[in-house]
């Protein structure tokens, strides 16, 4: 019998998905407990998988991997379903069995986000696919004795998705290093403006993150500030191009990240979107377009601002404006961190995480 039973993504994913899960793991962890995470392999993180296999349709898959996952959930002392959707939870209700479930987003907020830049074929999986995991959220959701979300944006988003009250879904705000993510020197970093770096952090590939538009307003950005770079960071980086640094993925974010002037975040939706608390916490200001979570942080923290849609010239003027204005950005800067330190630290998580899992030991 494990301690806790913790069914969430496979952690091949990384990114937001993977920093969500080690969160917690992490917090249950300093509280004394010995938390196992379960999950259902995703066939692309497999060496050798095969081409084609009923593996590759991802309810069947949930379902077949799940059933298998079931009774070690059933037996553990708690579970919980920590995961970016809760259809990677599925386990935790086939163990009939109190749980709680702390997701990231909605399926189809997360879809709507990603269908326009996916190829037809990729299109025509997520319609035919949509259905039948559309259901399986919503049993994970419905059947869990408590549920949290990340943010204000996602906390609506899943109460729609579960048929629940808003209200009665709780906020877990992911937390960041703020030891690790912490700003560089004031002056060195105020003097970087004379030749100011905005930065993306994301795949590349990835539609939601929409790098396509901070590569649109790049160009609009230079004819006001010849000398401003756009620092891409993470995988399927796109090609050199003028002003564009394609870094890939990088062995030290933090390092990369506070060297820039602004956080540029263009995606179409986001439930939380972790990288704009990193940039916080290292004192980098935040652009973002209207992606659902990072708004409320963003108003909340006044470590940066949100345009009203995703127009290139938009973004490029917002960003022109921030980077000609230097004590508004110092402003923010110094906002955005002691906001972080205050309601994303480790410590903070950890102290909602207790009451969370006492409470629902109480339950069990």
Not at 108 to 123: I, V
Not at 160 to 186: K, Q, S
Request: charged share 25%; glycine share 8%.
């Amino acid at each position: 019998m494990s301690d806790l039973a913790v069914v969430g993504q496979d952690p091949g994913f990384r990114g937001g998905a993977l920093a969500h899960m080690e969160a917690f793991l992490d917090a249950a962890r300093a509280l004394g407990r010995e938390p196992e995470l379960l999950y259902v392999p995703q066939p692309a993180f497999r060496p050798g998988a095969r081409t084609v296999s009923l593996d590759r349709v991802e309810p069947l898959r949930l379902l077949r991997g799940s059933r298998t996952l079931a009774p070690r959930v059933a037996d553990a002392r708690s579970a919980w379903v920590v995961a970016p959707l809760a259809t990677h939870g599925l386990a935790a209700a086939l163990a009939a069995r109190p749980y709680a479930c702390w997701v990231g987003t909605s399926l189809a907020s997360e879809n709507a986000g990603r269908r326009t830049g996916l190829p037809l074929s990729r299109r025509l999986a997520l319609r035919v696919n949509a259905p039948a995991l559309a259901r399986i959220e919503r049993r994970v959701l419905a059947g869990a004795a408590h549920v949290y979300a990340t943010s204000p944006a996602s906390r609506d988003d899943v109460a729609r998705a579960g048929g629940l009250d808003p209200a009665a879904v709780g906020i877990l705000p992911l937390p960041v290093d703020v030891d690790r993510f912490v700003p560089e020197d004031d002056a060195q970093w105020l003097a970087r403006l004379d030749a100011p770096v905005v930065a993306f952090v994301g795949r590349g590939a990835d539609p939601r993150k929409n790098l396509a538009l901070a590569l649109a307003a790049l160009p609009l950005l230079r004819r006001r500030i010849p000398s401003v770079r756009l620092r891409v960071i993470g995988s399927d980086p796109p090609a050199p191009q003028p002003g564009v640094e394609p870094l890939g993925e990088v062995a030290s974010l933090a390092e990369r990240l506070r060297e820039a002037s602004l956080l540029l975040l263009p995606s179409r939706q986001e439930g939380f979107a972790i990288v704009a608390v990193e940039a916080l916490a290292c004192g980098v200001p935040v652009l973002a377009t209207p992606s659902g979570g990072p708004e409320a942080l963003l108003r909340d923290s006044g470590g940066g601002r949100v345009v009203s849609g995703f127009d290139a010239a938009e973004l490029a003027g917002a960003a022109a404006d921030l980077l000609e204005a230097p004590a508004t950005l110092a402003a923010m800067r110094q906002a955005g961190r002691a906001y972080v330190v205050r309601e994303h630290s480790r410590e903070s998580l950890r102290g909602l995480v207790a009451g969370a899992l006492e409470e629902l030991d109480e339950r069990a």
